[in-house]
């Protein structure tokens, strides 16, 4: 089976959120960067486990400048057999699936990953962007995967609940927690990636429709109000008449 | 024009259908436009939109939107828009709204941004938006840049208020698409509101050290009126079922009011959490990091005073 995994780059969980020029830009002074999470952990490690399972071929992509090549050769440290870069600012979700969309329809994946969301944006966009362009199925949130037939019974996660749907290939997948448990790359694997291909490719003219113009952080939280806590009727009355919540 | 997707769920409109439809109705107020609700399968209620700011509630019964299938409903929403001239496309941020908002967006060739947290302050040509980023650690302006823009509705971002009378429900007919997923079963908890939709949210960590221990949880929750939610760990170590768990890597959530109980607040527990509106701590450790980010804490052992608290509201609610 031909897979492809879209991963992104994100800050890391503990990064400081600052911004820049006057709230204009992300102020990434002194920020670590990580393959996201929900890319890393889910959508790759199932697509490579399916792989296992039934032969074929993991691939990646992502979108972005040279910068980010460590990223890309840690997905191939994990497992990937091969990597696509497309050489773009990814500026918007839009254009990032036009990328990825434009790349798959010559190479005919069976199905493509990406994560939920990106843990910093949190835009939950792309995957279903790809789908659309592709006209392939989507299934969003998927918490797990199994074979049946040539078909792919997938559950994903519902306000509450889940949900198992049946689904042949092509489709595209967006990875929630439980798709799979995180590998860490070994050093066999971590030689290996130097040799792997990693192949640039060059962006197709693509449009955004959606620019940031802004961003700021929250006001500071005032002090805790501490409340003795053999008097849980004062809280309760802070709670009514103060805060107004119960 | 603006058109809401409103949700439905066992032939009922769904609280967040009342909040886009009443979301979609301020914003067309904004510049003299109206708002159109379209439901996609049937709901006894749904005249009520009507009361809620729609001017017109359109309904699709077709075999097949039986169960959702991303791709045939949001073919079947962007047909519609089309036809009507939407110039906003409203859905809300749950998870087929999620499912639906990038394809519709590629359809309509429309500008998308999930999750906008607050009523736009005016409508010009290119719609500007709010919407929370980092889990909440961050708010940013969006500017669509498109003729149509397409927007998810963050849960709890306004308060639907019944406003109008009901309106009569027009059935439409549009082709829908055979969809190529086929929904096989549904498992949803009964009895109790979702977690995103919870105006009221009980949780509890490591703290609690066993999850025999959960029951003083469910009574705090039973009083109030509280969906249940747990830490990382909680749901890892399998104390609770996994769509419990709120945060980074969880399900950021926003209600009005959070009390966490044995929770330390790492940075990633408190970036799905607070966005909420007013957080209540309650710890041993009075150097928990949580109590940085609480309105109001406790600082003593939760086998003691969550269930004086369980007593006091119960004092309360039947005073
Ligand atoms: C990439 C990444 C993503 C993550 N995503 C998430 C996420 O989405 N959600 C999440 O929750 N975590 C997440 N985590 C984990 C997070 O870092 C913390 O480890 C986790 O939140 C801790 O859970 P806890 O507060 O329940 O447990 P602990 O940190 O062990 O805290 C238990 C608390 O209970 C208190 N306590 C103990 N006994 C009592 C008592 N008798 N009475 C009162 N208080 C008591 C203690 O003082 C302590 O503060 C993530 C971590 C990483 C690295
Ligand atoms: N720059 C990128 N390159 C490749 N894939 C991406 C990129 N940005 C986002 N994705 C994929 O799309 C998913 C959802 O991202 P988003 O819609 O931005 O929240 C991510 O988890 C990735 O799988």
Known sequence: MKLLVAISQTPETTARIAFKDDGKAFDAAGVNFIMNPYDEWYALVR????????????????????????????????????????????????????????????????????????????????????????????????????????????????????????????????????????RIPNMRGIMSAKSKPLTVIEAIPSASLATYTSFSVPPPKSAVKLVDPSDMDELVRLLHEEAKAI | MILVYAETQDGKVKKSALESVYFGSKMAALNGTSCLALMLGKADDAGRLGAYGAGEVLQVEDANLISFDALTYSKVVAKVAADKNAKVVILPDSSNGKSMLGIIGVLLKAGVVSGVNKLPEAMSDHLVVDRALFSGKAFAKCRIDSEVAVISLSGNTIKPVSEGADVAVSSISVEVPVPSTKVLATNRSVGTVPLPEAEVVVSAGRGLKDPSNWGIIEDLADVLGATTACSRPVADSGWRPHHEHVGQTGIAIRPNLYIAIGISGAIQHLAGVNSSKVIVVINKDPEAPFFKAADYGVVGDLFEVVPKLTEAIKKLKSA
């Open chain 1, 47 to 182: 697509a490579l486990e399916l792989k296992e399972e039934v032969g074929g071929t993991v691939s990646v992509i992502h979108c972005g400048p040279a910068a980010h090549d460590v990223t890309i050769r840690k997905a191939l440290a994990i497992g990937a057999d091969d990597a696509y870069r497309v050489d773009i600012d990814p500026d918007s979700a839009y254009s990032v699936a036009q990328q990825i969309a434009a790349h798959a329809k010559s190479e005919g994946y069976a199905i493509i990953f990406t994560g939920k969301e990106t843990i910093d944006y949190n835009g939950a966009l792309v995957g279903g962007m790809i789908a659309g362009i592709l006209d392939q199925p989507f299934i969003s949130h998927a918490s797990k995967m199994v074979t049946s037939g040539d078909k792919m019974i997938v559950t994903r996660d519902i306000e509450g609940g889940e949900e198992e749907i049946e689904v042949s290939t092509p489709f595209v997948l967006s990875a929630s927690k439980g798709l799979a448990e995180q």
